[in-house]
């Protein structure tokens, strides 16, 4: 993997089935942490030996596992977890998430007047980069504001989840960050 400034892209030397190739990418995703598809990093809960019940893990999830108006733990609250939540709670009579730490989802368009202006003045390479840049400083920005004034981001939290909640439903406390 070489970077050329010329170019302003990678250049990724790889082998698919055998056979070399050259393949040339303005951005590279690094996605670092663990994975084994084979062997999952494994959950110790104690008693789950005693468990009467059936345990599917996600990585080797039977095809024809019927959780029909059964009740279901899903323990965690990674990606995984967010995905087959909503599934899961459509066909089984109860459905609970068990975790360590919950996970905030925060809803963002993706197409801003301001994103919309900065690709018509810079366009190209340059207005991706600025885009980036501005979503990297409002994270930081929004990091330390809520360091210095946490009471002021809850509240801006409590705003931003009450207004994508459905009509109706009233901010609840499992909702509320800590």
Sequence with gaps: MDWSTKRQLWDLDISINGQKTLLQAHFIIGGTGFFDYNNPRATTIPGLENFKGTVAHPQFWPGDLDYTDKNVVI?????????I????????SQT????????????MSMHSTLDTWIRRLFPGY?????????????????????????NAARKALENATT????????????????
């Design 75 to 83: 323990v965690g609250s990674g990606a995984t977890a967010i995905t």
């Design 163 to 178: 207004a994508e909640l459905p009509s109706g439903m009233k901010y609840d406390p499992d909702f509320k960050p800590s």
């Design 126 to 150: 340059l207005g991706y980069r600025i885009i980036a840049w501005r979503f990297t400083i409002l994270a930081w920005l929004f990091f330390y504001f809520s360091q210095f004034f946490p």
């Design 96 to 107: 609970t998430m068990l975790q360590r730490s919950p996970t905030y989802i925060m809803s």
């Design 85 to 92: 939540l909503p599934i899961v709670a459509q066909k089984a």
